[in-house]
């Protein structure tokens, strides 16, 4: 049988060749993320239209594990943390940008812990109930491979959910992720300003997360 990070990764692969453009990512640089916090411009991320996205990850958070142990991927100054809190036995959030979190200091308790850190090398202690991977994917090289590196933290039955803005990018990441994790549920949400986004619940059993 052939090893299935080999299927994988040549699936991504076949992706990228026979579909133009090419998948790239975002290209985005530490010293850009830090200047946009810094400079309050993501506060936008606050507003109205973003309250549909922020909902729904919530509303699945609560749906399908009481008082999960949550891990945000990309968690900025934590607004999902202010809008998921009391409703969680614990949180760690991690984003690569120091000011970002330097912003989040004020919110840490004993269930409550911001980390400075990149998805590709952090490695926690602990494992999660559900893993959130909130308009963060299409920032990594190889979207499959965060996922693949972060599944082993998740508990048995532990499940994904990804948020996406509809776009050529992110709409190859999701036929990719589609061949490999089990969907859950998923919800297309299209603000009347047109912003639009693919919300998908992930796992990789045919069990249902209690």
């Given at each position: 049988m052939k090893n299935l990070s080999q299927v994988i990764w040549r699936s991504f692969r076949s992706i990228d060749r026979n579909t133009a453009p090419s998948y790239q990512p975002h290209r985005t640089t530490i010293d850009q993320w830090e200047r946009q916090y810094a400079s309050g411009a993501l506060t936008r991320y606050r507003q109205l239209d973003e309250l549909a996205r922020y909902s729904m990850i919530v509303g699945y958070c609560r749906y399908f594990k009481s008082m999960p142990a949550i891990l945000d991927v990309g968690c900025g100054e934590g607004i999902l943390q202010e809008r998921l809190r009391p409703s969680y036995s614990r949180y760690v959030g991690i984003d690569v940008s120091a000011e970002a979190i330097r912003q989040t200091l004020p919110k840490k308790d004993s269930n409550t812990v911001f980390i400075e850190s990149?998805?590709?090398?952090?490695?926690?202690?602990?494992?999660?109930?559900?893993?959130?991977?909130?308009?963060?994917?299409?920032?990594?090289?190889?979207?499959?491979?965060?996922?693949?590196?972060?599944?082993?933290?998740?508990?048995?039955?532990?499940?994904?959910?990804?948020?996406?803005?509809?776009?050529?990018?992110?709409?190859?990441?999701?036929?990719v992720l589609k061949g490999v994790y089990a969907v859950l549920d998923d919800v297309h949400i299209t603000h009347e300003s047109g912003l639009s986004w693919i919300i998908k619940v992930l796992n990789t059993s045919s069990g249902t997360p209690t």
């Open positions: 990149d998805a590709a090398s952090y490695t926690p202690n602990e494992r999660f109930d559900i893993v959130v991977l909130n308009e963060c994917l299409y920032y990594f090289e190889n979207p499959l491979q965060i996922m693949r590196r972060l599944q082993p933290f998740l508990n048995n039955k532990g499940i994904f959910i990804a948020s996406m803005y509809v776009e050529p990018v992110s709409l190859k990441i999701w036929k």
